[in-house]
Protein backbone atom coordinates (compact mmCIF):
# COMPACT_ATOMS: atom_id res chain seq x y z
CA UNK A 1 0.00 0.00 0.00
CA UNK A 2 2.71 2.62 1.05
CA UNK A 3 5.07 1.60 -1.62
CA UNK A 4 2.19 2.01 -4.05
CA UNK A 5 1.36 5.38 -3.09
CA UNK A 6 4.88 6.02 -3.11
CA UNK A 7 5.25 5.30 -6.95
CA UNK A 8 1.84 7.40 -7.77
CA UNK A 9 3.20 10.65 -6.24
CA UNK A 10 6.70 10.68 -7.89
CA UNK A 11 4.73 10.17 -10.92
CA UNK A 12 2.36 12.83 -10.47
CA UNK A 13 5.89 14.89 -9.82
CA UNK A 14 6.65 14.28 -12.96
CA UNK A 15 3.54 15.15 -14.29
CA UNK A 16 3.32 18.87 -13.18
CA UNK A 17 7.27 19.61 -13.57
CA UNK A 18 6.02 18.20 -17.58
CA UNK A 19 3.43 21.24 -17.37
CA UNK A 20 5.11 24.04 -15.26
CA UNK A 21 7.68 23.18 -18.04
CA UNK A 22 5.80 23.91 -21.05
CA UNK A 23 3.36 26.91 -19.45
CA UNK A 24 7.33 28.63 -19.66
CA UNK A 25 7.05 28.62 -23.30
CA UNK A 26 6.84 32.53 -24.41
CA UNK A 27 3.78 33.79 -25.32
CA UNK A 28 2.78 36.94 -26.95
CA UNK A 29 -0.66 38.68 -27.04
CA UNK A 30 -2.24 39.85 -28.96
CA UNK A 31 -1.26 36.93 -31.41
CA UNK A 32 -2.33 38.95 -34.65
CA UNK A 33 -3.49 42.12 -34.71
CA UNK A 34 -3.98 44.82 -37.91
CA UNK A 35 -2.78 48.67 -37.28
CA UNK A 36 -2.80 51.50 -39.42
CA UNK A 37 0.25 52.87 -41.49
CA UNK A 38 1.50 55.35 -38.26
CA UNK A 39 -0.92 53.67 -35.73
CA UNK A 40 0.67 51.16 -33.39
CA UNK A 41 -0.10 49.03 -30.74
CA UNK A 42 1.12 47.56 -27.68
CA UNK A 43 2.12 43.69 -27.93
CA UNK A 44 2.33 41.95 -23.98
CA UNK A 45 4.84 39.16 -24.18
CA UNK A 46 4.64 37.04 -20.79
CA UNK A 47 7.37 33.96 -19.44
CA UNK A 48 9.99 34.92 -21.24
CA UNK A 49 13.30 33.10 -19.71
CA UNK A 50 16.21 34.99 -20.20
CA UNK A 51 16.42 37.73 -23.02
CA UNK A 52 14.21 38.44 -26.05
CA UNK A 53 15.39 38.94 -29.46
CA UNK A 54 12.38 39.67 -32.13
CA UNK A 55 12.92 38.74 -36.21
CA UNK A 56 11.16 40.28 -38.69
CA UNK A 57 9.37 37.91 -41.47
CA UNK A 58 10.24 41.35 -43.69
CA UNK A 59 11.19 44.80 -43.19
CA UNK A 60 9.73 48.35 -43.73
CA UNK A 61 6.51 47.39 -42.86
CA UNK A 62 6.64 47.72 -39.08
CA UNK A 63 9.12 48.54 -36.44
CA UNK A 64 9.25 47.42 -33.21
CA UNK A 65 10.33 49.02 -30.01
CA UNK A 66 10.57 47.98 -26.48
CA UNK A 67 8.65 49.69 -23.82
CA UNK A 68 9.46 47.68 -20.87
CA UNK A 69 10.71 43.88 -20.34
CA UNK A 70 7.63 42.48 -21.16
CA UNK A 71 5.53 45.17 -23.49
CA UNK A 72 6.75 45.74 -27.07
CA UNK A 73 5.43 48.36 -29.57
CA UNK A 74 4.72 47.81 -33.10
CA UNK A 75 4.21 50.69 -35.11
CA UNK A 76 2.85 50.18 -38.80
CA UNK A 77 4.86 51.51 -41.59
CA UNK A 78 3.16 50.77 -44.74
CA UNK A 79 0.32 48.87 -46.37
CA UNK A 80 1.74 44.89 -46.12
CA UNK A 81 1.87 41.97 -43.70
CA UNK A 82 4.51 40.71 -41.20
CA UNK A 83 5.58 38.12 -39.21
CA UNK A 84 7.15 38.82 -36.02
CA UNK A 85 8.82 36.50 -33.91
CA UNK A 86 10.05 36.91 -30.45
CA UNK A 87 12.78 34.51 -29.12
CA UNK A 88 14.20 33.47 -26.28
CA UNK A 89 16.61 31.24 -24.41
CA UNK A 90 13.72 28.23 -24.82
CA UNK A 91 10.88 29.15 -27.19
CA UNK A 92 9.11 31.89 -29.17
CA UNK A 93 6.11 33.75 -29.78
CA UNK A 94 4.84 34.47 -33.20
CA UNK A 95 2.83 37.93 -33.90
CA UNK A 96 0.92 38.20 -37.18
CA UNK A 97 0.47 41.84 -38.12
CA UNK A 98 -1.37 43.53 -41.08
CA UNK A 99 -0.79 46.83 -41.62
CA UNK A 100 -3.58 48.58 -43.16
CA UNK A 101 -3.11 52.16 -45.96
CA UNK A 102 -2.80 55.26 -43.05
CA UNK A 103 -6.32 56.08 -41.97
CA UNK A 104 -4.91 59.86 -42.38
CA UNK A 105 -4.22 60.24 -45.22
CA UNK A 106 -7.46 58.63 -47.01
CA UNK A 107 -9.75 59.81 -45.47
CA UNK A 108 -8.35 63.51 -44.53
CA UNK A 109 -11.30 66.15 -45.63
CA UNK A 110 -10.94 68.29 -48.19
CA UNK A 111 -10.01 71.94 -47.35
CA UNK A 112 -12.72 73.92 -48.06
CA UNK A 113 -13.09 76.56 -50.71
CA UNK A 114 -15.95 77.00 -51.90
CA UNK A 115 -16.02 81.02 -51.34
CA UNK A 116 -19.59 81.43 -50.55
CA UNK A 117 -19.75 78.76 -47.98
CA UNK A 118 -16.92 80.29 -46.42
CA UNK A 119 -18.08 83.92 -47.27
CA UNK A 120 -21.51 83.43 -45.28
CA UNK A 121 -19.10 83.34 -42.21
CA UNK A 122 -18.95 87.19 -43.34
CA UNK A 123 -22.37 88.17 -43.66
CA UNK A 124 -23.82 88.66 -40.07
CA UNK A 125 -22.10 91.43 -39.55
CA UNK A 126 -21.09 92.79 -43.55
CA UNK A 127 -24.73 91.87 -44.71
CA UNK A 128 -25.75 89.26 -46.94
CA UNK A 129 -23.11 89.09 -49.89
CA UNK A 130 -21.16 91.99 -47.90
CA UNK A 131 -23.77 94.47 -48.85
CA UNK A 132 -23.34 96.13 -45.54
CA UNK A 133 -23.44 96.22 -42.11
CA UNK A 134 -19.40 97.31 -40.38
CA UNK A 135 -17.74 97.52 -43.69
CA UNK A 136 -19.38 97.00 -47.01
CA UNK A 137 -17.44 94.55 -48.62
CA UNK A 138 -18.89 93.85 -51.73
CA UNK A 139 -16.49 96.04 -54.52
CA UNK A 140 -13.57 96.03 -52.74
CA UNK A 141 -10.96 94.42 -54.86
CA UNK A 142 -9.57 91.18 -54.19
CA UNK A 143 -6.67 92.13 -52.67
CA UNK A 144 -7.80 94.96 -50.89
CA UNK A 145 -10.29 92.26 -49.22
CA UNK A 146 -7.18 90.00 -48.89
CA UNK A 147 -4.86 92.17 -47.84
CA UNK A 148 -7.32 93.68 -45.24
CA UNK A 149 -7.75 89.96 -43.51
CA UNK A 150 -3.94 89.06 -43.99
CA UNK A 151 -3.40 92.23 -41.83
CA UNK A 152 -6.13 90.99 -39.45
CA UNK A 153 -4.98 87.30 -39.41
CA UNK A 154 -1.45 88.87 -38.79
CA UNK A 155 -2.30 90.28 -35.74
CA UNK A 156 -1.15 93.28 -37.01
CA UNK A 157 -4.09 95.26 -36.79
CA UNK A 158 -6.54 95.43 -34.02
CA UNK A 159 -4.96 92.01 -32.82
CA UNK A 160 -7.90 91.26 -30.45
CA UNK A 161 -10.35 93.00 -32.27
CA UNK A 162 -13.34 90.64 -33.65
CA UNK A 163 -12.41 90.68 -37.23
CA UNK A 164 -8.14 89.02 -35.80
CA UNK A 165 -10.55 86.54 -34.41
CA UNK A 166 -12.20 85.82 -37.26
CA UNK A 167 -9.15 86.21 -40.07
CA UNK A 168 -7.35 83.51 -37.69
CA UNK A 169 -9.78 81.26 -38.08
CA UNK A 170 -9.38 80.53 -42.03
CA UNK A 171 -6.16 79.25 -43.89
CA UNK A 172 -4.45 81.14 -46.63
CA UNK A 173 -5.89 79.46 -49.41
CA UNK A 174 -9.61 80.05 -47.80
CA UNK A 175 -8.75 83.96 -46.83
CA UNK A 176 -8.08 84.14 -50.88
CA UNK A 177 -11.10 82.56 -51.63
CA UNK A 178 -13.35 84.48 -49.81
CA UNK A 179 -11.32 87.70 -50.58
CA UNK A 180 -12.46 86.84 -54.27
CA UNK A 181 -15.88 85.92 -53.37
CA UNK A 182 -16.51 88.99 -51.93
CA UNK A 183 -14.29 91.17 -54.98
CA UNK A 184 -16.69 89.55 -57.63
CA UNK A 185 -20.09 90.50 -56.19
CA UNK A 186 -21.52 93.69 -57.78
C1 LIG B 1 -18.82 89.58 -35.60
C2 LIG B 1 -18.82 90.54 -36.66
C3 LIG B 1 -17.92 90.34 -37.84
C4 LIG B 1 -17.78 89.22 -38.61
C5 LIG B 1 -18.47 87.89 -38.44
C6 LIG B 1 -16.84 89.56 -39.66
N1 LIG B 1 -16.44 90.85 -39.53
FE1 LIG B 1 -15.18 91.84 -40.78
N2 LIG B 1 -15.32 93.51 -39.63
C7 LIG B 1 -16.11 93.60 -38.50
C8 LIG B 1 -15.93 94.92 -37.94
C9 LIG B 1 -16.60 95.45 -36.68
C10 LIG B 1 -15.00 95.58 -38.76
C11 LIG B 1 -14.46 97.00 -38.61
C12 LIG B 1 -13.69 97.16 -37.35
C13 LIG B 1 -12.33 96.61 -37.35
O1 LIG B 1 -11.50 97.09 -38.14
O2 LIG B 1 -12.04 95.69 -36.58
C14 LIG B 1 -14.63 94.66 -39.81
C15 LIG B 1 -13.72 94.95 -40.81
C16 LIG B 1 -13.48 94.13 -41.88
C17 LIG B 1 -12.62 94.45 -43.00
C18 LIG B 1 -11.85 95.72 -43.20
C19 LIG B 1 -12.68 96.62 -43.99
C20 LIG B 1 -12.05 97.98 -44.16
O3 LIG B 1 -12.54 98.67 -45.03
O4 LIG B 1 -11.11 98.28 -43.42
C21 LIG B 1 -12.64 93.39 -43.85
C22 LIG B 1 -11.89 93.24 -45.18
C23 LIG B 1 -13.49 92.40 -43.25
N3 LIG B 1 -13.98 92.86 -42.07
C24 LIG B 1 -13.74 91.18 -43.82
C25 LIG B 1 -14.47 90.17 -43.19
C26 LIG B 1 -14.60 88.86 -43.72
C27 LIG B 1 -14.04 88.39 -45.06
C28 LIG B 1 -15.32 88.16 -42.81
C29 LIG B 1 -15.66 86.68 -42.88
C30 LIG B 1 -14.54 85.78 -42.90
C31 LIG B 1 -15.65 89.04 -41.72
N4 LIG B 1 -15.10 90.26 -41.98
C32 LIG B 1 -16.42 88.68 -40.63
C33 LIG B 1 -16.96 92.68 -37.97
C34 LIG B 1 -17.07 91.36 -38.44
Avoid at 61 to 70: E, F, G, K, L, P
Avoid at 126 to 138: I, P
Avoid at 152 to 167: L, T, V
Avoid at 169 to 181: K, V
Wanted: include cysteine.
Amino acid sequence: MSALKKTRNIALGYITAALSCSAFAVTATPGSLSIAAGASQTVQLADISGTLSVYSSKSGIATVSRVDASHYRISGVKAGSVELEFKDRKSSAKVKVSVTTSTATSTSAPTALNGRLLASNCFQCHGTNGSGGFDKLAGKSASEIYGDLKEFASGQEDSDGIMAAHAMGFSDAQLRSIASYFANIR
